[in-house]
C-alpha cells in the first residue's frame, strides 16, 4: 500500500509516499505492532516529523511509553537543540526542546516512515544525545537500500520492516 510520485519534491526523485497504507485501519495497526516489537528497551519513542510522529504515537501507546516529536526547523519556540543535515536535494534541521524536557539518562528508539540516505536518522540521533539520552536505535517501515542511508547511521541498529 504505498504510491510512488515521480519527480516529488524535485525532477528525479522518486517519492515514496505511505499515505494508503497509514489511511488503512488494518495497515496502520499492522505496522505499529511491527514497530513496536523492536523497540525494546526504550522509555520513551522518537517519532521524525512528520510521518514518524503518526508512527511514533502508535507505537508509543502499544509499549506504555511517551513519545517525542522531533521537529522540521522552525516550527518550536526557544530555546531549541538543532541539528543540520544533507538531504538528497539540499539541507533540513531538526529541532528538539532544550527547555521543559529532560532527556538525560532516557532510552529512546527513533521512528520514522523511510529510511533513505540516513541524514535525517542521523541527525535526529545526534539531537538526541545532545539532549542527554541513550538512543537504542531505530525503525522504519520502509528503507530504500540503494541510497545507502544505513551505512551513514552506523552504529545505530535499524530495523526495516520493508526494503527495496
Known amino acids: 500500500m504505498m504510491r510512488e510520485v ?3 519534491p524535485e525532477p528525479g526523485i522518486q517519492f515514496k509516499d505511505l499515505t494508503p497504507l497509514l ?8 505496522v505499529a505492532d511491527a ?8 522509555d520513551l519513542i522518537a517519532g521524525i516529523d512528520a510521518r514518524g510522529f503518526l508512527l511514533g ?6 509499549l506504555g511509553t511517551g513519545v517525542l516529536a ?5 516550527k518550536l519556540p526557544p530555546p531549541v ?16 526542546p532544550a527547555d521543559g524536557l529532560d532527556l538525560t539518562g532516557r532510552t529512546i528508539w527513533i521512528i ?12 535526529a540521533n545526534k539531537l538526541l544525545i545532545s539532549g542527554g539520552a541513550t538512543v537504542l536505535g531505530a525503525a522504519v517501515v520502509l528503507e530504500l537500500t540503494a541510497l545507502g542511508g544505513r551505512e551513514v547511521v552506523a552504529p545505530l541498529p535499524v530495523t526495516s520492516l520493508h526494503t527495496v
Open 6 to 8: 515521480p519527480d516529488f
Open 23 to 30: 489511511a488503512d485501519a488494518g495497515g496502520l495497526s499492522a
Open 35 to 42: 514497530l513496536a516489537a523492536t523497540a525494546d528497551g526504550a
Open 57 to 62: 504515537a502508535a507505537v508509543a501507546i502499544r
Open 70 to 74: 522531533v521537529r522540521k526547523g522552525g
Open 81 to 96: 537543540h538543532t541539528e543540520t543535515y544533507q538531504l538528497e536535494y539540499g539541507t533540513a534541521t531538526l529541532e528538539i
Open 112 to 123: 520514522d516512515d523511510v529510511l533513505a540516505t540516513g541524514g535525517t536518522v542521523a541527525a
